[in-house]
């Protein structure tokens, strides 16, 4: 199938992605060719899971201005990284903007949800994925 501005890129399985031992992605690329996905154009987000390791996943996150995504907590600690646009992290309390180049870790278990607030946002989200408290 080829793929224009105006249809769709079908995105590979991810499995054979993310077996191998080394994975690097241009992040930017790949927010573009998100803003071509369904979700987007139907809900004004979309996220790609690009790494899962056994303890830790990277998700390319990108909303349009003005989406939010709802309050939720991560039972692992989390590191948010702006990418572009602006975007506003509400907890419970305080309110963290981030820019381009601007990095915000999150100790487990404390919620958050993300505002864009000025274009569209791209946000690298790193999360655990073990309980911290157990260990």
């Given at each position: ?68 995504i709802p309050r939720h907590s991560m039972p692992g600690d989390v590191t948010l990284q702006g990418l572009d646009g602006r975007i ?48």
């Amino acid at each position: 199938m080829e793929t224009t501005r105006d249809t769709p890129r079908p995105r590979p399985r991810p499995e054979p992605r993310m077996r191998r031992k080394i994975i690097a992605f241009d992040l930017l690329a790949e927010a573009k060719a998100m803003k071509y996905e369904k979700a987007w154009n139907e809900h004004g987000h979309d996220a790609k899971t690009l790494a899962h390791r056994e303890h830790v996943r990277s998700l390319l996150l990108v909303l349009k201005n003005g989406k939010r995504i709802p309050r939720h907590s991560m039972p692992g600690d989390v590191t948010l990284q702006g990418l572009d646009g602006r975007i506003r992290i509400h907890l419970p309390d305080e309110i963290v903007e981030l820019g381009a180049g601007s990095l915000l870790s999150i100790d487990h278990d404390i919620p958050f949800d993300i505002e864009a607030k000025t274009g569209d946002c791209v946000v690298l989200v790193t999360f655990g994925t073990c309980n911290c408290a157990e260990e």
